[in-house]
């Protein structure tokens, strides 16, 4: 049985990390050991925040169509009410972008939501 050589294999793996590593400060990107501790952290980071962006932007949609909806007079959550009742079925990025770049058609929906709405549930009831 043939001798195994195992350095072709080492090399490649210490460069492949070093190669992950370039850009990085210092040691970090030259030493291997403390080049693989980086690159392995970057590697939790890069995919705990890929999911942690999805929240980010639903936050970030969320505060926008709060904010034009208001400025129509109306809040986030009757608006979003509104718009299920009306059987209007638009995702909250494109209503997002509808608020930041078409505000007219934005105030379209909210009205379209309004009239949808029954009357406030929450006002006092007035007793005659």
Not at 24 to 40: D, F, H, N, P
Not at 48 to 57: I, L, N, S, T, V
Request: no cysteine; hydrophobic share 40%; net charge positive.
């Amino acid at each position: 049985m043939a001798r195994v050589k195992r350095a072709v294999n080492a090399h490649k793996k210490r460069r492949v990390i070093l190669e992950r590593a370039a850009g990085y400060r210092g040691q970090r990107s030259r030493l291997y050991r403390k080049a693989k501790e980086q690159v392995t952290h970057s590697l939790v980071y890069s995919y705990r925040d890929r999911r942690a962006r999805k929240g980010d932007f639903r936050r970030l949609w969320i505060q926008r169509i709060n904010a034009a909806s208001r400025a129509n007079g109306m809040t986030y959550n009757r608006f979003i009410q509104g718009l299920g009742l009306a059987g209007i079925e638009v995702d909250r990025r494109m209503l997002a972008e509808l608020a930041v770049h078409e505000p007219a058609t934005f105030a379209a929906l909210v009205a379209s939501a309004k009239a949808a709405l029954p009357a406030d549930t929450s006002a006092p009831k007035v007793s005659a």
